[in-house]
């Protein structure tokens, strides 16, 4: 059948090309089909109904050579020669006078995109049409959704991706929000871009305040999407992942039970400071009756007695603060913390190497995830640097606690020493009763020099008591700190496992890697397909141009009116 765009006097070429492939062909077989590039495009409504598709079809003309294209056209045009075309039984072909690109558009008579699109528009709460949308101002909000359309044939839902670009007008368009679009300034207007990865459904939202509501057509271009990727190398990774979260999750939640554990310590530390701040206190108090007992001491035994016993509580009482202070020092420093989490099976220090070595191996595979995991993932790794972070702090505070534990250990260390040499001096004196007298004066002085300095020690207990107060709270966050980076990894445990085993995953990539043969849209006879692209467009919301009035005819003129004008002199009205 010829269709009525093919001049007559191509008609004779074409019998002749006919009767050439019919000597060269046998019979009943068809002939290949040429090598092309297709571009189908669609006119949508503004509401997203397909309202025509044809395909542009270009090959790569040679002189003399028949080129065969198959598929059920309504209507053909040679875009680029005047060379003829001949449609028969779905098989178009033509021969190029001379070489050269040629371009042929044709009209489908049925065609299913791969997608489905709708577009809905409310207006201040209330759904409207396109037309009523036309001019109006409120509350705007366009929803446009793509789902895939199982009458079309092929698998371009599944290879195609869709570029989505809408443009508004920032004079009648305020307040823009389009979740999910890239934004760019185009003089006074702003275009959103969406991107719909291949096989996957989707509903697009823009919301704006807008005045003399006007949009213009809505472009949709389809191409197909193919990634460079080393599938196994990613594989690997995959798996290296999958590993690594594993440690990292067993490494947290043993690190968690350290610190609750110390933290339990601490709790038990805090609860025993009452009893080192009233033991001091009553140090202190039993210095104050020592040196009122001094200040009327006489030369009798009975008041030799009480010397000797409020000695021996002082000295007994100092030998305890020293052992308490001693075991305070050894107990609060952060080898000691070190040693309580190795006798729970975790080691600081390989924690923190493999702390660095898990941010860094997070960030070397971050660029290789999907995006619902990198969101994750760069959690995780705040989290990791936080504890990294609080691994420091912990060693800091706990060596300067240390310190002044030290500080506290050697003083009462050095009072229990220097008191014990007192004790002995008051025994001395006990026992050599006639020089005792002669001695009151410097035992006086000393009592009053060391219930003079008592005080300092007494309110550096009260200080200690309070950092280890402090430490616990301290203490406190760091196990909730702990118990958070230990369900984040948990959680990305939980993400990661059995991740290369993922059937949705492996399609995905499977899909993306693919590099076997394009497929035709017009027709599966077409076997050379280079490439398809889908370039789809909806209808614009206008509104309708106000009508022009026409002026009233003017009155015709007499031959003296006429007189009057042509000299310019005539004025009308």
């Not at 759904?127 to 044939?153: I, M």
């Not at 698998?155 to 979740?179: E, S, W």
Request: proline content about 3%; charged content about 15%.
């Amino acid at each position: 059948m010829n269709l009525h765009l093919l001049p007559r006097r191509a008609a004779a070429g074409l019998l002749a090309a006919a009767l050439l492939a019919g000597a060269v062909l046998p019979a009943g077989a068809a002939a290949p089909s040429t090598s092309k590039e297709e571009i189908v495009y669609a006119n949508l409504s503004a509401e997203g109904e397909v309202t025509g598709v044809y395909v542009v079809s270009q090959f790569d003309g040679v002189a003399g050579q028949t080129i065969t294209d198959y598929g059920d056209y309504t209507a053909l045009r040679n875009m680029t020669t005047t060379d003829p075309l001949n449609y028969e039984n779905g098989v178009l072909t033509l021969t190029p006078a001379e070489d050269g690109k040629i371009y042929c558009e044709g009209t489908l008579a049925e065609a299913q995109l791969p997608w489905l699109f709708e577009l809905t528009y409310t207006l201040d709460g209330a759904e409207v049409s396109p037309e009523e949308l036309a001019g109006k101002s409120g509350a705007l909000v366009l929803t446009l959704s793509a789902k895939e359309n199982p009458a079309c044939e092929g698998d371009f839902f599944n290879q195609y991706a869709l570029q989505i670009n809408l443009t508004l007008d920032t004079h009648k368009a305020q307040n823009i929000v389009a979740p999910g679009a890239t934004v760019a300034n185009v003089g006074s207007n702003k275009q959103l871009t969406f991107l719909v990865l291949p096989g996957q459904e989707t509903t697009l939202t823009v919301s704006a305040d807008v005045t003399d509501f006007a949009l213009d057509p809505i472009s949709i271009n389809g191409v197909r999407m193919r990634l460079s990727l080393d599938s196994g190398a990613l594989t690997d990774s995959i798996g290296a992942l999958t590993d690594g979260s594993t440690q990292l999750n067993d490494g947290a939640q043993a690190l968690k039970d350290g610190i609750d554990q110390v933290k339990a310590g601490l709790d038990a530390l805090n609860a025993q400071s009452s009893a080192l701040t009233g033991g001091s206190a009553q140090v202190r108090s039993a210095l104050t009756q020592l040196q009122g007992a001094l200040a009327g001491v006489s030369a009798s035994t009975d008041q030799l007695d009480t010397l000797l016993n409020g000695s021996a509580q002082i000295r007994d009482g100092l030998h305890q603060l020293n052992e308490g202070a001693a075991q305070l020092e050894s107990q609060l420093s952060y080898q000691a913390y070190k040693e309580i989490l190795a006798q729970n099976g975790l080691d600081l220090d390989e924690l923190a190497a493999g702390n660095d070595q898990a941010i860094q191996m997070l960030n070397n595979l971050a660029s290789f995830l999907p995006g619902c995991l990198r969101g994750q993932i760069d959690q995780i790794i705040l989290l990791l640097e936080g504890n990294r972070a609080n691994l420091g702090a912990i060693q800091t505070y706990l060596d300067a606690v240390n310190q002044g534990a030290q500080a506290l250990s050697d003083g009462a260390a050095t009072l229990d020493e220097n008191y014990a040499v007192f004790d002995a001096g008051i025994r001395q004196l006990a026992a050599t009763l006639t020089d005792m007298v002669g001695n009151l004066s410097l035992l006086t002085d000393a009592i009053n020099t060391l219930a003079g300095q008592y005080p300092e020690l007494d309110n550096g207990i009260s200080a200690y008591t309070n950092a280890v107060g402090q430490l616990q709270a301290g203490a406190a966050q760091l196990a909730e700190g702990a118990a958070q980076l230990a369900a984040g990894t948990q959680e990305l445990y939980t993400q990661t496992n059995g991740l290369g085993e993922n059937d949705q995953l492996n399609s995905l990539l499977s899909m993306l890697t693919d590099e076997g043969q394009t497929q035709s849209f017009v027709s599966a006879e077409n076997t050379e397909v280079e490439a398809v692209q889908f370039a789809l467009q909806t209808e614009g919301i206008t509104p309708e141009a106000a009508p022009v009035e026409e002026e009233p005819a003017a009155a015709p003129l007499n031959f003296w009116q006429k007189l009057l004008k042509l000299f310019g002199l005539y004025k009308e009205g």
